[in-house]
């Protein structure tokens, strides 16, 4: 199945607006400081096009955020009687940007993951049945069974060797 492809800018800027929006009347500067460094790995991620690693990166970095963020909200949201009247609809849309933004996380995860196959990453996530992270081995060369005969050096040592010399005895 093929997956369109989402631009890495457009996920990177709609992040980070919901943030900026999250962060307007009640959560704290450790969920700004957390989302905003993840957001910086994007923006690496964005600048090196052909960097496997920036990818990876923002890739964990989102879904650690999903559960710093899922954290924040339970602590930090206030009850009812703690908002007054006057801040209640600025907490609202702040609360709503900031669920909205947990909300898309995990679809953004699966846009970067794509991004990160396509960029040439080799590990393979198997959703059907339980997770399970496998390496792909099959670009590596086995250096184990080497091919004796075919290395020059090796039977350049070889005759050497069966060439009788003279016997020095020190």
Known sequence: MEVPAINLK?????HWILTVWGC??????SYAWGNFSVLAVGVWAIAQRDSIDAVLMFLIGIAATILTDIIHCGIYYPPEEAIS??????F???AGMAILNLLLKPVSCFFVYQMYKERGGDYNVNFAGFP?????RDAY???????QSSSPANSFN????NKPGPTHSY
């Open 24 to 29: 307007m009347a009640w959560l704290p500067p």
């Open 141 to 147: 060369q086995s250096i184990d069974q080497q091919d």
């Open 132 to 136: 399970s992270v496998t390496r792909t």
């Open 10 to 14: 457009a996920i990177v800027l709609v």
């Open 158 to 161: 070889q005759a050497e060797a």
């Open 85 to 90: 009247e006057r801040n209640r609809d600025t």
């Open 92 to 94: 609202r849309f702040s």
